[in-house]
């Protein structure tokens, strides 16, 4: 495949230029993509109802269109996968991205048009080999082949002409040929919903073909990797793989899981580079190696047809919340990530909350959810504080994660207790008590609240850890049906009922 890595490494380069020119100039290209998103759906159903033909300039558009969330949408989306149309967006809207739910339904369907599959998904997912094949010495990413773990999809029930699914799903079912050529496993396998029963196929798949590159969530591709060694009976996946080069990984922190990719991918060649992308767009990559991938930030992609605006934390519950514009940003401060996009997304509150590192160009950082995190004690723990501890406590105790959960725990009385951990060790810590303090201790210096409610034990008691056995959160998603690359353990919870479904599981076995 000499010819084919020679033409595409011709054609990304090209892309490269272009990513520079955005880096150079981010406001003049975030201002284009708002007159141009503004213009085109100003003959929709929403941009009639907030007049986006008299909205001039962007402070405009922050003042008069409302702040937007999923309930908001609900009833717009709802009408779409109905067979409405020109609603949200003026083009035809057919497929819809199946996301974790909200507090009145079980799932999201985030809507996905043909411009934001082609210039933001699909963009997205070039730009990371495009990014790697540009800082990789004597790149060979497209003489093999690269082996994606996606989701399923299925008619909507609504309309026959449109599909839900996994993100990835959508994504797979729709590459272009070029793309297609350069996947494995076959769509039977890769698209199939029994989700056991398609990772033993593609690790049947994996275990003989030769991959130079993968991609999706660490806990699910942990999975699928240890699958292919059990049926090679290899030490490393560089046995099985001696060309492969590249891991982009997103959805969750990687830092639970980076030794162990280690392990199993020990070459220098190898890259493992972080993406900042959901089913309502893709945000972000990592556009450097660092050795100290800890200190790892991405890349805000500017040209994806998303227009951005970032809410400081301390706006969020206002009754009139105040949006910054990327100029106005602050480094080292953390903001809700709003988003205008090219599927009718206006105004939307992503969930995440991010921080910038740099502003030439603009790096972030995923700094945690406005919704998980925890505050049972004022000690406000979101999850950028709980990686870096485990991250300390697991390197200062020979031991590595790959899941966890967290939640308050009372003893007695509210607001008399601590936090309660559960954790699945790939490498367990040979004390676990030590672990525990080593936790808590840098739980401490990372977060100047928990250290307050912690002095003496007078408003928040040491953690509790317990540990669980290998496949636990494998169990308990299996349990509430939500086997699948899309589907993620929330790390961070104010309230117990995640911790208390597990314990429920681990009394059952």
């Not at 009639?48 to 999923?70: A, G, I, W």
Request: glycine share 6%; proline share 4%.
């Amino acid at each position: 495949m000499a010819l084919v890595n020679s033409i595409a490494g011709w054609i990304l380069k090209k892309r490269m230029h272009q990513i520079e020119l955005f880096k150079k100039y981010p406001i003049e290209v975030q201002n284009e993509w708002f007159n141009r998103l503004i213009g085109n759906a100003r003959h929709t159903e929403f941009g009639r109802k907030y007049r986006f033909e008299k909205l001039e300039d962007r402070k405009r558009f922050s003042e008069e269109v409302p702040l937007q969330d999923y309930e908001s949408l609900k009833g717009y989306i709802d009408r779409i996968m109905k067979g409405e149309q020109n609603l949200l967006w003026p083009t035809e809207i057919k497929w819809f991205a199946k996301s974790s739910g909200t507090t009145s339904d079980k799932s999201k369907f985030i809507p996905v048009s043909r411009e934001s599959l082609e210039n933001c998904h699909y963009k997205g997912g070039t730009d990371l080999l495009t990014i790697h094949y540009c800082n990789q010495e004597d790149p060979h990413l497209f003489d093999g082949k690269g082996l994606i773990l996606g989701g399923s999809s299925e008619v909507n029930k609504h309309s026959k002409n449109s599909y839900s699914g996994d993100l990835s799903s959508i994504i797979i079912k729709n590459l272009p040929a070029w793309a297609e050529y350069l996947r494995v496993p076959d769509l039977s396998i890769a698209l199939t919903p029994q989700w056991e029963k398609k990772i033993d196929k593609m690790a049947e798949v994996g275990a003989v073909e030769n991959i130079t590159s993968i991609s999706g969530v660490p806990s699910w591709n942990l999975l699928l990797l240890n699958r292919i060694l059990e049926i090679t009976g290899k030490s490393n996946m560089m046995e099985v793989w001696p060309q492969f080069e590249l891991y982009g990984h997103g959805g969750v922190s990687f830092h639970p899981y980076r030794e162990k990719f280690k392990e199993l991918f020990p070459s220098d060649r190898v890259r493992f580079l972080e993406s900042y992308n959901a089913s309502e767009g893709f945000f972000g990559l990592q556009d450097r190696w660092l050795e100290e991938e800890e200190d790892s930030d991405m890349l805000l992609m500017l040209d994806y047809g998303i227009y951005y605006e970032f809410l400081p934390l301390d706006e969020l519950h206002k009754d009139r919340p105040q949006t910054v514009l990327l100029e106005e940003t602050e480094l080292n401060k953390d903001y809700a990530l709003i988003i205008s996009t090219n599927a009718g997304l206006w105004r939307y509150m992503v969930g995440d909350t991010i921080r910038f590192t740099s502003q030439h160009p603009y790096r972030i950082q995923v700094s945690g959810r406005t919704k998980y995190y925890i505050n049972a004690f004022g000690e406000e723990l979101v999850a950028e504080n709980a990686e870096k501890a485990l991250a300390v406590a697991c390197k200062d105790t020979g031991s590595t994660i790959s899941e966890y959960t967290a939640a308050p725990y009372f003893d007695g009385v509210e607001h008399s207790g601590g936090h309660e951990w559960i954790i699945e060790f790939s490498q367990a810590p040979s004390n676990l008590a030590t672990f525990t303090q080593r936790l808590d201790e840098e739980l401490k210096k990372v977060n100047s609240d928990y250290e307050a409610k912690r002095y003496k034990d007078m408003n928040m008691k040491l953690p509790r850890v317990t540990a669980v056995e290998p496949g636990t959160f494998y169990a308990w998603l299996k349990s509430k049906g939500k086997l699948g690359g899309q589907n993620k353990v929330p790390r961070l919870s104010n309230k117990r009922k995640i911790i208390e479904e597990i314990h429920a599981l681990l009394q059952q076995s």
